[in-house]
């Protein structure tokens, strides 16, 4: 694996067409609405590489200026991704009031009409930086008040290497001593334009997707997501290279990428077979299917994503609620999604294995 700087359209293209990020293909801090023209059209089944672009180094926090910000780390301004340094000096306005995150898109899906479901395949995540950032600022966080201690934001630097064949990166403690940890690429930012034409802030997640951060959604995994409007109009961004559930200091562990995904539109029976009646994010990994709940409010979170999986349940495999219930108490391994997006998120793991003899 190469860990060179990936810039924007450079290499491999493995999608059918490919989307890079520009001051003309991205919005800063909103998601599209059902006004949003789309700035790619993609057939139903077809593939799209973007190239997706993170937050961190660009943010007027940081200065808005990549090449200073991350020559203070010891990057030279050759490493600085080309796009990081086009937006960043862009006329795109990003104030307090807007979100952080850098959204690509959005892209029309031909046929895709409201009640449908959009299939998201992840094929591919490749690096597009040997480094990232772990940010946590004041106010925000699991602990907001408390950490991070000081007057300043913090943020984490982490270089990309190898352990073992498996990509990872490492957080020092004040000894010298190193804490090496896997990476696990994931979209943090997936979604759907919801039938409104009001803004929508990039931060909280929703029934439309957005801001999610289910770190399952990795290469091999699916995300299911209504379609609210014609032609889906997805978009993605907030890359990560790994996370912890929770996400307990404000971001994860946050880098661009370079993401393969295959866009599908489900209609009528094809979509109810996948996700039957709900209506909101389920991830499909390789061995567990993971409905979602999320709320302002934690515990209202928790709830949502149980009556999700418990519909979940009685739909795909004929439970009644009861005993779907006591499976889930049993079985299921509730998680917390993320507490730091304003709407929090919680989502179940649902094994596949448990259902390998069912008829």
């Not at 996370?243 to 946050?254: F, S």
Request: hydrophobic share 40%.
């Amino acid at each position: 694996m190469s860990f060179d700087v990936l810039q924007p359209g450079e290499g491999a293209i493995a999608g059918d067409q490919l989307l890079t990020s520009t001051p003309d293909t991205v919005s800063w801090g909103w998601l599209p609405n059902a006004a949003s023209a789309p700035c790619l059209t993609v057939a139903s089944g077809g593939t799209v590489t973007i190239d997706t672009l993170s937050h961190e180094g660009i943010l007027d926090d940081q200065g808005r200026d990549p090449v200073g910000f991350l020559g203070g780390y010891g990057i030279k301004a050759t490493s600085v991704l080309a796009d990081a340094k086009e937006i960043a000096a862009s006329n795109i306005l990003n104030g307090p009031e807007d979100g952080p995150h850098v959204v690509t898109g959005p892209i029309a899906v031909t046929g895709a009409r409201p009640g449908d479901v959009l299939k998201i395949d992840v094929l591919e995540l490749e690096p597009r930086t040997p480094y990232g950032f772990v940010s946590s600022r004041h106010g925000y966080g699991a602990l907001p008040g408390e950490l991070p201690e000081g007057p300043a934001s913090v943020f984490q630097f982490c270089e990309v290497g190898l352990a073992g064949g498996r990509m990872v990166s490492w957080i020092g403690a004040t000894d010298g001593r190193r804490a090496c940890f896997p990476l696990d690429p994931f979209l943090g930012l997936m979604g759907v334009a919801p039938a409104t034409t009001d803004p929508v802030p990039s931060v909280p997640p929703g029934d439309h997707g957005g801001n999610i951060d289910i770190k399952w959604a990795q290469v091999g995994c699916a995300l299911y997501l209504p379609v609210s409007v014609d032609g889906a109009m997805f978009y993605t961004g907030d890359p990560h290279y790994a996370q912890g559930n929770g996400e307990v200091a404000l971001t994860a562990l946050e880098a661009s990428l370079r993401a393969t995904l295959r866009l599908t539109v489900l209609s009528g029976p094809t979509a109810r077979a996948a996700v039957g009646s709900l209506r909101n994010p389920v991830v499909e990994s390789p061995g567990y299917w993971i409905p979602t709940g999320m709320d302002v409010s934690l515990d209202e979170a928790m709830r949502h994503c149980v009556r999700n999986a418990i519909t979940f349940l009685v739909e795909r495999f004929g439970f009644d609620r009861a005993s779907a219930l006591a499976y889930l108490s049993a079985a299921g391994d509730f998680e917390v999604s993320q507490v730091v997006d304003a709407v929090k998120g919680v989502h179940c793991m649902i094994r596949k294995s448990d259902f390998a003899a069912w008829s």
